[in-house]
């Protein structure tokens, strides 16, 4: 992925964007995905409630390993369809130095559906 820098944006345009946390309650192989990838079922508390995502994370997470796990994500972007799959959620992650994605984590448990602030 490019590390430039792009352009700046406003805070408001940043308020827009809905990040929250929540809990992987499934997760599956998504072998029929271009690239390898796991469908997850993460739930998010009361308000929004349970969201899939198709997530590209082979290289460093199991599906098996995933339960359980609090994740970040996008809450409010259009789904997107993913092959056969509704993607309702970006799960958000960075790349390591081999191109793997690294999820984004809190480092202490927080409620489902937290707003990042």
């Not at 997850?40 to 390993?65: M, R």
């Amino acid at each position: 992925m490019p590390d430039t820098v792009t352009p700046t944006v406003g805070f408001e345009d940043f308020l827009k964007v809905d990040i929250r946390v929540g809990t992987v309650i499934e997760a599956a192989p998504y072998p029929e995905a271009r690239k390898p990838a796991i469908k997850l079922v993460v739930d998010f508390g009361g308000e929004i409630g349970q969201k899939k995502s198709s997530a590209q994370i082979t290289d460093h997470y199991t599906p098996e390993a995933l339960i359980g796990q609090q994740v970040i994500a996008v809450v409010n972007f259009a789904p997107r369809q993913i092959g056969k799959f509704m993607s309702e959620v970006l799960v958000l992650g960075l790349h390591d130095t081999n191109g793997g994605v690294v999820l984004l984590r809190p480092d202490t448990p927080v409620p489902n559906g937290e707003r990042m602030s």
